[in-house]
T-cell receptor, first 117, second 116 residues
């Protein structure tokens, strides 16, 4: 199956700093990528939908200035958590789908565990 | 917006036995796709099975099969001959067929324990 690579898998940062998470589709071009946040033992909460070459669409309640998403190419989307605080500690997952095919499954990255200290 | 409900937060099954995980959804659309994803302790999301709403035949993948009841908006997952490696969180998901950029709607998940 298609491969989506997410990096880093774990990151610890100090409060007030920014951290960038990368999501790459390794063997296909993903015009759309999704960014999720997952709290322990909970479901995936969609944060934003990222379309290549355009601004991301954020879900209600997600601060776009806090969670900067860039999708500059068909194979790379990045999520930058700016001025991170301990409450931003969570598991972040990206996913991507093939363009042009309805109802295709989503291919997920391995996830990034962010800890803000 | 579409909603997906998984009413069983936790389930357990004896190894080699069969277990069924429940999922219901709410939508006004007629064309959509349903998925079951597995999330083991590694947290990597893995597709288990997919069902197209326009197909009446229930999808099957080896030991995994679904019972898709479109009128009832129900989409349960049956795991036969359960194995220790099946232990994971299972998420039911919905995706509209209107276009390719649509988001997935996930249920709250069912934690499956397999007892040796």
């Amino acid at each position: 199956g298609a491969v989506v690579s997410q990096h880093p898998s774990r990151v610890i940062c100090k409060s007030g700093t920014s951290v960038k998470i990368e999501c790459r589709s390794l063997d296909f071009q993903a015009t759309t990528m999704f960014w999720y946040r997952q709290f322990p033992k909970q479901s995936l909460m969609l944060m934003a939908t990222s379309n290549e070459g355009s601004k991301a669409t954020y879900e209600q309640g997600v601060e776009k200035d806090k969670f900067l998403i860039n999708h500059a190419s068909l194979t790379l989307s990045t999520l930058t958590v700016t001025s991170a605080h301990p409450e931003d500690s969570s598991f972040y997952i990206c996913s991507a789908s093939f363009p042009g095919l309805k109802g295709t499954e989503a291919f997920f990255g391995q996830g990034t565990r962010l800890t803000v200290v | 917006a579409q909603t997906v409900t998984q009413s069983q937060p936790e389930m357990s099954v004896q190894e080699a036995e069969t277990v069924t995980l429940s999922c219901t959804y709410d939508t006004s659309e007629s064309d959509y796709y349903l998925f079951w994803y597995k999330q083991p302790p590694s947290r990597q999301m893995i597709l288990v099975i997919r069902q197209e709403a326009y197909k009446q035949q229930n999808a099957t993948e080896n030991r995994f099969s679904v019972n898709f009841q479109k009128a009832a908006k129900s989409f349960s997952l049956k795991i036969s001959d359960s194995q220790l490696g099946d232990a994971a969180m299972y998420f039911c998901a919905y995706r509209s067929a209107r276009n390719t950029g649509n988001q997935f709607y996930f249920g709250t998940g069912t934690s499956l324990t397999v007892i040796p």
